[in-house]
């Protein structure tokens, strides 16, 4: 028995999500084929058949394609031509059905064998080329249509909807996302997300660093970030094979440190200084006070400015602090605020010792 190889990560993906496609293609039903979709199945036959004989095509030049029926003749009902045909070639159409999950009917199985019949004399001529030596690219293989999914496309902004429906983020992830996915998808003008390449994202990386006038952090660290998190999800949720995100590189070149991180005593007693002044008349009260404390409960707690101000009143909380004074347990009112993601924790009485 053969040792089984096993499945690196990214081609176990890779299978699964064609395995649901093809699950969910087999649930959707019988599919009627537009003239494009026939003509797309027809070239991956045409691809099979060349990838499997090109490197030792052997002697094409007699009977490898004589006697096949002309796939323009053969427009109407299945004449004895047809028949041959569709001898010829159901079971390899019949095959490839069953790959991709596609139950079709017979009239448009019989639109994909004539198809094909076409297809395998396009793929034998190039074979023949191949066995005289020849293996420049074959000008007849771009006139198939790239593979089509059956179904409605997924659209960026349907597996942006996926997305916050099951993973609930933030506001503030939903209000600085939702605009650079929507700006990407845009840019790349690709209508199914799962159509998306690495090379889409790095010509709208290039654009950022570029034309954008956004700096090398702020791209890498906002916009791809954003982008891949979604596509990451969406490979886990299986609606995606990979994501093209993941290995999107931006170089950020580290800044030579001038200065300390902290602010100067100058500049400390400026922001101070700054905050006690009288408001103007065109701020809110609630806007004068946020000026006016902000900025000393942050260096008092060490709290981001961000922190302190999401706070709310019952996130300020009464508790105990018992100490030891000359040998005795004193306990001592303070109060102290719970920073949490989204401020939802209730109130609570906490107590607490310091020595």
């Given at each position: ?227 891949s998190a979604v596509f990451r999800w ?50 809110t009260p609630e806007h004068a006070a ?34 030891i004074k000359d040998g005795h347990a ?26």
């Open positions: 028995m053969a040792p089984k190889i096993p499945l690196s990560p990214a081609r176990f993906a890779a299978i699964a999500a064609e395995v649901d496609e093809r699950w969910k293609n087999l649930a959707r039903g019988p599919a009627a084929l537009t003239h494009e979709q026939v003509l797309a199945l027809a070239g991956e036959l045409y691809r099979d058949e060349v990838a499997a004989h090109q490197a030792d095509p052997g002697d094409m030049r007699v009977g490898a394609a004589g006697g096949q029926p002309d796939g323009h003749r053969l427009a109407t009902a299945w004449s004895l031509p047809e028949t041959l045909a569709r001898d010829y070639h159901g079971a390899r159409v019949d095959a490839l059905l069953a790959r991709r999950g596609l139950l079709v009917s017979e009239g448009d199985r019989k639109r994909l064998v004539l198809a094909t019949v076409d297809a395998m004399k396009d793929a034998h001529a190039q074979l023949r080329r191949n066995a005289e030596g020849d293996y420049r690219p074959d000008p007849q293989a771009t006139r198939f249509p790239p593979p089509r999914r059956l179904g409605p496309p997924l659209t960026v902004a349907a597996l942006w909807a996926d997305y916050k429906e099951q993973k609930q983020p933030s506001l503030g992830t939903i209000k600085r996302w939702e605009p650079i996915l929507t700006k990407m998808a845009a840019f790349v003008g690709v209508a199914d997300v799962r159509d998306l390449t690495e090379d889409d994202l790095i010509r709208w990386r290039d654009h950022l660093l570029q034309a954008g006038g956004l700096g090398p952090k702020t791209v890498r660290d906002v916009y791809i970030a954003a982008v969406g490979k886990g949720q299986r609606k995606l094979k990979a994501n093209p995100a993941a290995d999107i590189e931006v170089t950020v070149l580290a800044k030579p440190q001038l200065r300390d991180k902290g602010f100067t005593e100058v500049e400390a007693r400026t922001i101070l200084s700054a905050s006690l002044a009288p408001p103007g008349h065109l701020i946020a000026r006016r404390w902000v900025p000393w409960l942050c260096p008092y707690t060490g709290a981001r400015v961000n922190e302190i101000t999401q706070l709310r009143g019952r996130d300020v909380i009464e508790g105990a602090m018992v100490r004193v306990e001592e009112p303070f109060h102290f605020f719970r920073i949490t993601p989204k401020g939802s924790l209730p109130p609570e009485r906490v107590s607490g010792r310091v020595d």
